[in-house]
Nanobody, 123 residues
Framework: QVQLVESGGGLVQAGGSLRLSCAVS????????WAWFRQAPEKEREFVAA????????YYADSVKGRFTISRDNAKNTVYLQMNSLKFEDTAVYYC????????????????WGQGTQVTVSS
C-alpha cells in the first residue's frame, strides 16, 4: 500500500525558510511523478511544484518560482520542498501527491495524497 507522510511544516516569519519532507512507502510505479499542492482557508487547492522521478525535471507555479525548490532522494524514497523567502500568502496546508507517468499541474491527475502539513507564515 502506498503511503505518503509529510513533515516539516510549522510557523515561520515572513522572509524565513522551511523544508517540507514527504516520506514515501510502497512506491507503486517505476516511472512516476511527485508534486506538492496547497490549500489556504477559503481558497481552492493549487499546484505548487512537481518533479518527474526518473528525469528529475521540475515544474513550478509562477507564484513560487525562484523561491521554492522541489527535489527527491532516491535512497531515502523522499521528496522535499525547500521554501525560501516565505510570504504571508504562502500560508496553507501543503499536500504531497503522486501519480504514474509524467508530472502535471492538475490535482485530479494524482492518485495518492498525503495527509497534509500546515505552513503558517506570520507577517
Amino acid at each position: 500500500q502506498v503511503q505518503l507522510v509529510e513533515s516539516g511544516g510549522g510557523l515561520v516569519q515572513a522572509g524565513g525558510s522551511l523544508r517540507l519532507s514527504c516520506a514515501v512507502s510502497g512506491r507503486p510505479f517505476s516511472s512516476d511523478a511527485w508534486a506538492w499542492f496547497r490549500q489556504a482557508p477559503e481558497k481552492e487547492r493549487e499546484f505548487v511544484a512537481a518533479i518527474n522521478w526518473s528525469t528529475s525535471s521540475t515544474y513550478y507555479a509562477d507564484s513560487v518560482k525562484g523561491r521554492f525548490t522541489i527535489s527527491r532522494d532516491n535512497a531515502k524514497n523522499t521528496v522535499y520542498l525547500q521554501m525560501n523567502s516565505l510570504k504571508f500568502e504562502d500560508t496553507a496546508v501543503y499536500y504531497c501527491v503522486a501519480k504514474k507517468g509524467v508530472a502535471t499541474m492538475r490535482g485530479p491527475d494524482y492518485d495518492y495524497w498525503g495527509q497534509g502539513t500546515q505552513v503558517t507564515v506570520s507577517s
